[in-house]
């Protein structure tokens, strides 16, 4: 895909399945390799780079049954051995045996570790780099070259770091990516040694960047390289990878497409819809990964757009972009009026607005609200990020609260005995009494999950709840929690336990309640609840409409 007339076009790398996969505790499965390609393929990136085939079962079971994609699929692995000739090193051809267009070999380009990790001469080197790059084009395939260690190879030897980068450009190489491998190199010398690169000869639409997050500057660091004129850019989604992770492209994509000079000066091939996918994106990786998604992440948190001060709700409702950079929905986000102490009458108007409840201005009703917020933050409740529960607070207050069912009673007993194995577990058995279609029911369950583990008290509790909720039962059938969050605070004059669960639908909603007691299970209960009750009338809703 060229470029529109004027503008230079940059292509994006990502790398999610091969450095993302050296993340501490993420492990893809092939099948997960698989749905990631897709979703990246969908978005609109121009390589993918799977992984390195010969390395481990998972990376030759995805080249074996790759996706086909869009993207140029890119095997990863290394320049050739010394003592072996390209075409008879083993590692090489389980690089080549991947049958991808496109193949990424790293090697060395700082002559310290050229001498010291390699134990072989800068000019032995440099006939593995050439020889290495060279089969990859005689075999007909794009070749990539990635510069291990070269900002601080430059920096030690600009000489030699540029002799590696010539060496592979004459040998064929299309891409030649600059690493800053351990991740201490700041923003202003990525440009100037990028800069000085270009000026020594080496094309910069030849050449692309590549940085680690260890000193929280990636973006910044690859922002910089493109400044200095280098037209690839490596990244992961969400920023994972090694240590503190490689350049996030979930903040880059946006960047480069909707901020200036760069929405103006370079085209990538992603469209302003596919855009608009970026965080159902970012949210599905950490969903596969069974990771909290990180609230605060630029453009695609859910923080991202949450205006919680009444100054800021008031002038968001005259005209977002007073406290908004770009619109959400550009990047398929939402905006958010949190509910909390800070709050004033055109904040909590908004967010009874966007929950479906319209109070008009000056109803007495608002006041009671706030009371009835500050009041209960007072006693240790937290609703900027709970807003489900708020919801259903709100809905009380104004006789809008629908009665549904009403539990009557419940006990949970937790029993520490031998297991068949003579292990020592835990488990937990939770009843539940609920009065619901005129009638009260008895529900009893276990915290056992399928595979014999013991998943906790509030688990018992919401396996019991959802048993038998009369008409009601099937429209939880598709919930779910997935975070749970604990704290003690200070509620008047004795510290009290709050508890906080995130809860997930069939439909991809998400939302949060809030419980809080001095007993633990009792403010999990009441979360759980509000859970529960905001899901069906939320549901209950839909359907009348």
């Given at each position: 895909m060229s470029a529109p007339a004027g503008k230079d076009r940059l292509y994006i790398y990502d790398t999610t399945l091969r450095d993302g996969q050296q993340t501490q505790d993420v492990q893809f499965s092939t099948d997960e390799k698989q749905q990631i390609a897709r979703a990246l393929d969908a978005l609109g990136v121009d390589y993918i780079e799977g992984g390195w085939p010969g390395?481990?079962?998972?990376?030759?079971?995805?080249?074996?049954?790759?996706?086909?994609?869009?993207?140029r699929m890119t095997a990863f692995g290394m320049t050739k051995r010394l003592g072996i000739s390209a075409q008879n090193d083993d590692v090489l051809a389980a690089v080549m045996n991947a049958g991808t267009a496109s193949v990424c070999l790293v090697g060395k380009s700082h002559e310290f570790h050229v001498t010291r990790a390699l134990g072989i001469t800068l000019d032995e080197n440099l006939t593995l780099l050439r020889d290495s790059v060279a089969h990859l084009v005689a075999s007909g395939r794009e070749a990539l070259f990635d510069a291990e260690h070269f900002f601080d190879g430059y920096k030690a030897n600009p000489d030699y770091a540029l002799s590696c980068l010539r060496t592979v450009l004459d040998a064929g190489a299309r891409w030649i990516v600059l690493c800053d491998t351990n991740g201490g190199t700041l923003p202003v010398e990525v440009g100037r040694i990028t800069a000085e690169v270009i000026a020594a000869g080496i094309p910069g639409d030849r050449l692309g960047i590549h940085t680690h997050d260890d000193t929280d500057n990636a973006v910044a660091c690859t922002l910089a390289a493109v400044d200095a004129g280098a037209r690839q850019i490596q990244g992961t989604l969400n920023g994972l990878g090694e240590r503190c992770g490689n350049a996030n492209l979930t903040a880059l994509i946006p960047i480069l497409m909707l901020k200036e000079p760069y929405a103006s000066r370079y085209e990538t091939g992603i469209t302003p819809a596919a855009l608009k996918t970026l965080t159902r994106t970012s949210r599905m990786l950490d969903e596969?990964?069974?990771?909290?998604?990180?609230?605060?992440?630029?453009?695609?948190?859910?923080s991202a757009f949450a205006h919680k001060a009444g100054?800021?709700?008031?002038?968001?409702?005259?005209?977002?972009?007073?406290?908004?950079?770009?619109?959400?929905?550009?990047?398929?986000?939402?905006?958010?009026?949190?509910?909390?102490?800070?709050?004033?009458?055109?904040?909590?108007?908004?967010?009874?607005?966007?929950?479906?409840?319209?109070?008009?201005?000056?109803?007495?009703?608002?006041?009671?609200i706030?009371?009835?917020?500050?009041?209960?933050?007072?006693?240790?409740?937290?609703?900027?990020?709970?807003?489900?529960?708020?919801?259903?607070?709100?809905?009380?207050?104004?006789?809008?609260?629908?009665?549904?069912?009403?539990?009557?009673?419940?006990?949970?007993t937790v029993e520490r005995r031998k297991n068949k194995y003579n292990?020592?577990?835990?488990?937990?058995?939770?009843?539940?009494?609920?009065?619901?279609?005129?009638?009260?029911?008895?529900?009893?369950?276990?915290?056992?999950?399928?595979?014999?583990?013991?998943?906790?008290?509030?688990?018992?509790?919401?396996?019991?709840?959802?048993?038998?909720?009369?008409?009601?039962?099937?429209?939880?059938?598709?919930?779910?929690?997935?975070?749970?969050?604990?704290?003690?605070?200070?509620g008047g004059t004795e510290a009290v336990t709050?508890?906080?669960?995130?809860?997930?639908?069939?439909?991809?909603?998400?939302?949060?309640?809030?419980?809080?007691?001095?007993?633990?299970?009792?403010?999990?209960?009441?979360?759980?609840?509000d859970a529960i009750r905001w899901k069906l009338i939320r549901d209950l809703k839909d359907q009348q409409a």
């Open positions: 390395a481990n079962p998972t990376d030759n079971a995805f080249f074996d049954a790759a996706p086909k994609t869009r993207a596969i990964l069974n990771r909290v998604p990180q609230k605060q992440a630029a453009f695609v948190g859910a100054l800021h709700a008031s002038a968001i409702l005259k005209d977002p972009s007073t406290y908004e950079h770009i619109e959400p929905a550009t990047v398929g986000n939402s905006r958010i009026i949190p509910m909390s102490n800070q709050a004033g009458q055109s904040n909590l108007r908004r967010r009874l607005a966007e929950a479906g409840l319209n109070v008009a201005k000056g109803d007495p009703a608002l006041a009671r706030l009371e009835e917020v500050k009041a209960r933050e007072a006693l240790g409740y937290a609703y900027d990020t709970a807003q489900a529960s708020f919801e259903l607070l709100a809905r009380d207050a104004l006789g809008q609260m629908p009665d549904l069912f009403e539990v009557k009673r419940y006990r949970v292990r020592m577990v835990s488990v937990s058995e939770a009843v539940v009494v609920i009065k619901v279609d005129g009638e009260k029911r008895l529900s009893v369950s276990e915290s056992m999950d399928e595979d014999g583990n013991d998943r906790g008290p509030v688990n018992a509790l919401s396996k019991a709840l959802a048993k038998d909720l009369g008409q009601y039962s099937a429209l939880i059938e598709d919930m779910r929690l997935i975070d749970f969050k604990v704290r003690i605070t200070q709050r508890v906080i669960i995130d809860s997930e639908d069939g439909q991809g909603n998400r939302w949060s309640t809030v419980g809080v007691s001095a007993n633990i299970v009792d403010a999990s209960f009441e979360a759980l609840l």
